[in-house]
């Protein structure tokens, strides 16, 4: 298939670009670089350089068989103090691009959801059934976009899919995690061994959890993409199918620091804060749904393998 990867020069987007190029496609990569890095562009897709709102209708109309939308602002924090660059910079940008999907006919659209979308979890495991009450603006941004999905799907015959990712970790060779500003849990603890932090910050050790820490599911940022692969073999035009990606097993943030001493030998000093606004005390997937429909399987679900991988990417970018 010709595909086109919006975000491709992020994390996700990344490392899924170059996935899809192992497996035979065409790839074609649009991002405006305002986060992403263009030498994490895997060799191999083609790079342009733009805002899709502003470009999207010109690159459709060369003839793409499906858009993996990755591209989008994802900081939570910023999300709740800036809730205008997520609502341009996210809905109407997939507005725009779901417009010039349907002038071009482009059939098939995978779209980066969040498990933001869910809110403050009242059953755990999450199913995709659960209720949808994001408890920020970033995750509500991406709520809309869904709902936009669903009725474009329906309306215009799209094969649509929306993947909810949880906590996405690891590293794929030289593609990993490198955030301008980083927020994430794995990154920075692996920041405190390489020497470039003093200590974690643990954000809140009062929660009702076994251990008192926050308790999230990390998925390896490859089984995420290999889910990307299969949705776009599976999906259907005029439906649009929404699925949960995570382990279904969830670690502590003090288990997630235990680990990463283990994997980098670093005693990694942690110091109790106060919690940070609109955490939820535990986020934890069924990927029921994509296991039984597309038939996903997480084949690196063991956490020290995550943090590993993680640690290998950080240290080498660190030498190099
Ligand atoms: N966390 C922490 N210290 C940090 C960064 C994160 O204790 O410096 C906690 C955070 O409160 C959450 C978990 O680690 O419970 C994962 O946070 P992250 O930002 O990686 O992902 P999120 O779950 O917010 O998507």
């Not at 897709?45 to 502003?54: L, S």
């Not at 869904?146 to 799209?158: E, K, M, N, R, V």
């Amino acid at each position: 298939m010709k595909l086109l990867v919006t975000g491709g020069a992020g994390y996700v987007g990344s490392v899924c670009a170059a996935r899809l190029l192992e497996a035979g496609h065409e790839v074609v990569v649009l991002d405006d670089l305002s986060t992403g890095h263009e030498d994490a562009v895997p060799a191999g897709a083609r790079f342009i350089r733009g805002d899709i709102a502003e470009v999207i209708g010109d690159v459709l109309a060369e003839g793409f068989d499906g858009v993996l939308h990755f591209a989008a602002k994802s900081l939570v924090g910023e999300s709740m103090q800036d809730p205008g660059k997520y609502w341009t910079g996210n809905v109407l940008t997939a507005i725009r691009l779901l417009d010039a999907m349907k002038e071009h006919g482009t059939p098939k659209l995978v779209f980066s959801s969040t498990a933001a979308t869910y809110g403050e979890p009242r059953e755990v495991p999450i199913p995709e059934t659960a209720p949808t009450a994001p408890t920020n603006t970033y995750g509500a941004t991406k709520l809309a976009i869904d709902h936009a999905i669903t009725s474009y799907a329906a309306a215009h015959g799209l094969a649509a899919t929306s993947l909810r990712y949880f906590n996405v970790a690891g590293a794929y060779g030289s593609i990993g995690e490198r955030h301008a500003t980083e927020t994430h849990l794995i990154p920075l603890v692996l920041q405190v061994a390489l020497g470039q932090r003093e200590h974690i910050s643990i954000y809140g050790e009062d929660w009702p959890t076994e251990d008192g820490t926050c308790v999230r599911d990390y998925i390896h940022v490859l089984d995420l993409a290999d889910a990307h692969l299969l949705a776009l073999e599976n999906a259907t035009a005029g439906e649009h199918r929404i699925y949960n990606l995570g382990n279904g097993t969830g670690f502590s943030v003090k288990q997630v620091i235990d680990t990463c001493r283990e994997v980098t030998g670093h005693p990694i000093p942690a110091v109790v804060a106060p919690r940070r606004a609109g955490d939820p005390a535990v986020l934890v997937a069924s990927a029921e749904r994509a296991r039984a429909d597309l038939g996903w399987k997480p084949e690196r679900a063991d956490i020290t393998g995550i943090v590993r991988d993680a640690w290998e990417f950080t240290r080498a970018r660190h030498e190099a």
